[in-house]
């Protein structure tokens, strides 16, 4: 009995131990289905939360999902909740569509389900913007601009169409529409080629897309005055570089002087109008604006200046609207910049000095103190510069000297004072002249000294340190000769070879001139000597005077092709004739080329020293039409000459 009890009790057992376990699993359902948000435009993370109602000690829960919509939303694979855990969280994934649809996403276990649904949003037009790109020039207006138009959304299979437009449509260019890429959120563009404009001018930028409209807005802005230039070089000056362009940022008093007004841009249709100041318009004055052509970023003005017995630091401004830009200009007053005095000068003579001043003189003149610090050379106290001229002349009376002296003339204006020395001497020769300062070599000019009247005769010895240029080795003055001639010649050179001929007084009268006492002279033109004649420098006797002159090698005279018609490729010989203006020197060539393969050098040129003549040979090869080629000779220093030889085919 005992044991029939004992097995029926554990029948009862396990069937308990059965329907617990039973119970507890098909107990098991999903109690709550939460979205992370119940809206997504496809372009952030949507997670749905599933919480079942119990947990299970020893089994996990499976959950499955299904979509009412599994072209845009998929179901997510099964989510399997850990024993002993309620939560579990799977991703949802969607696919951008072109109108709102809301979907059903459902967990179950077994027969029992829960759902939560989505609202899957249709991808909006979110926005239009501009970046400006900046120039490379730098303070330039802004050209263009990088533009984007922004979805709120991925864009759906085939992307999304947006059309662009500008408000005025002749301010720039821009696309008439862009695409944003399937799957992608925006899109860039540019706009470009802003053009000029003489006012600011708002631009509104209109981007339509998804039946959405968005507006974003640019300013196309004049041009205005950039960075300063005052000093510029000869190459800046021909067009400016900054916007406010003077030649010189220190200036005299009474000069009229250009400037040149430089905007970062070009000016729009009808040009643009810059005004101009001037901060003290009584010493400096401006136009009160100057306009810059349409199309152009160059506006040239003159502005006056007045002479001033003080410096003035004077302000220039350009401006456009409220941009503008400066530039400081020196106006210097009045000084002494120059005095000249002939040098030297013989004793007994009365000459004339000069003294400048660095502006014209104003009304009334200019007076200028003088003073010498030698009694054999005497000047007048002062010296009025004439009212608008900068210059004038004074007189200086030199005494009788036994040796040549110096003297210092001072002229004084003000706290400005500037010196010149001039040398007082016994005697000399007062010019040096040549009848040309060029000589071609192997060829002869004349020189001429010349003296005043009244001196006891003289000896000149003549030098040249070139043996390239050949010059008698003395010259006599007879008492009272006024000038000699004698004949300069030259040896033929390959180069330019420049040589300054020294004439030096060696002896004079009865007394010797001492060697200490030998002046060398610069060389200029003298406008008073006999047509064909050059002077040293014309005027004032001296110990020693120069002349210089510069030997050159020959140049090409002529060239001459005989014959000058021929068949192509005929063998007649063809001789080219090459005539210089002077002999050859040793080892002298002549390049010679051919314009044409149809006509060749057969042989060179060669000059015999001494010679200016030498010959070439020329061939040439059948042509199918009248042909003419150019014969050229050429010498190292670029004396060019060239003949014609025309080649005709045969009959």
């Known amino acids: 009995m005992a044991p029939e009890i004992f097995r029926r009790l554990m029948i009862l057992l396990l069937l308990a131990t059965s329907a617990s376990i039973a119970s507890r699993v098909g107990a098991q359902t999903p109690a709550s289905v939460v979205l992370s948000s119940p809206s997504s435009v496809c372009d952030a993370d949507v997670t749905l939360r599933v919480t079942v109602n119990a947990p299970s000690a020893t089994l996990p829960a499976t959950i499955q999902f299904t979509s009412s919509m599994p072209s845009v939303v998929p179901a997510p694979p099964p989510l399997v909740i850990p024993p002993a855990q309620t939560t579990g969280s ?38 239009v913007n501009l970046k400006p790109v900046f120039s490379a020039v730098r303070e330039a207006p802004v050209k263009a601009y990088e533009g984007s138009v922004r979805l709120a959304g991925p864009a759906p299979a085939g992307g999304v169409i947006v059309t ?62 950039k960075s300063l230039l005052l000093a510029a070089t000869s190459s800046e000056a021909s067009r400016g570089v900054g916007p406010l362009f003077v030649a010189s940022d220190t200036l005299n008093g009474g000069q009229r002087q250009q400037a040149r007004v430089i905007v970062n841009d070009v000016a729009g249709p009808g040009g643009l109008q810059v005004s101009l100041s001037s901060s003290n318009s009584s010493v400096l004055t401006v136009p009160s604006s100057v306009r810059i052509a349409a199309n152009d970023s160059v506006g040239l003005f003159e502005f006056q200046s007045v002479s001033t017995a003080e410096t003035s630091v004077i302000t220039l401004t350009a401006a456009v609207g409220s941009i503008s830009k400066t530039a400081t200009i020196t106006i210097s007053g009045t000084k002494v910049t120059v005095v000249s005095v002939p040098s030297p000068t013989p004793g007994g003579m009365a000459v004339q000095g000069e003294v400048s001043i660095n502006s014209p003189a104003p009304a009334g003149g200019t007076v200028v103190r003088l003073t010498s610090s030698s009694l054999n050379a005497v000047v007048p106290a002062t010296v009025t510069v004439a009212a608008g001229n900068r210059s004038a002349a004074f007189p200086i009376t030199t005494k009788n000297v036994d040796a040549n002296t110096s003297a210092t003339i001072t002229a004084t204006m003000g706290s400005s004072a500037l010196t010149a020395s001039m040398v007082i001497a016994a005697e000399g020769i007062s010019d040096f002249t040549v009848s040309s300062t060029t000589l071609p070599g192997g060829t002869a000019m004349t020189g001429r000294l010349h003296a005043p009247t009244g001196h ?44 300054r001929v020294i004439a030096k007084v060696t002896s004079s009268g009865a007394r010797a001139v001492p060697l200490q006492s030998l002046v060398t002279t610069q060389i200029s033109l003298a406008r008073d000597l006999p047509t064909g004649f050059v002077n040293a420098r014309a005027g004032s006797p001296s110990i020693v005077r120069t002349a210089e002159v510069t030997v050159v090698p020959p140049t090409i005279q002529s060239l001459e092709v005989a014959p000058g018609d021929v068949v192509g490729g005929s063998r007649a010989p063809i001789t080219a004739t090459i005539r210089l203006s002077g002999p050859a020197p040793e080892s002298f060539s002549v390049s010679v080329s051919t314009s044409s393969d149809k006509a060749g050098i057969a042989s060179r040129p060669i000059f015999a020293a001494g010679s200016n003549v030498a010959t070439f040979t020329l061939n040439t090869v059948a042509v199918s039409s009248n042909t003419e080629v150019t014969i050229s000779a050429e010498t190292q220093h670029r004396s060019v000459m060239s003949a014609r030889l025309r080649l005709s085919p045969r009959p």
């Open 164 to 225: 662009l437009g500008l408000s005025v449509p002749t301010t720039a260019t821009i696309p008439g529409s862009v695409v944003v890429p399937a799957g992608a959120t925006s899109v860039r563009f540019d706009i470009t080629n802003a053009q000029p404009v003489n006012q600011p001018v708002t631009v509104v930028v209109t981007a339509t897309g998804l039946g959405t409209t968005r507006h974003t807005t640019f300013t196309s802005m004049p041009a205005a005055p």
């Open 456 to 499: 006891n005769g003289f000896m000149v010895t003549l030098a040249s340190p070139s043996a390239d240029l050949i010059v008698p080795a003395t010259i006599t003055f007879a008492p009272n000769d006024i000038s000699r001639t004698f004949a300069i010649t030259s040896r033929a050179v390959r180069d330019p070879v420049q040589v």
């Open 90 to 127: 799977v991703p949802l994934r969607c696919v951008a569509t072109t109108q709102a649809v809301a979907v059903n996403i459902t967990a179950s276990i077994g027969a029992s389900a829960q759902s939560a649904l989505l609202n899957v949003l249709a991808p909006v037009l979110e926005s």
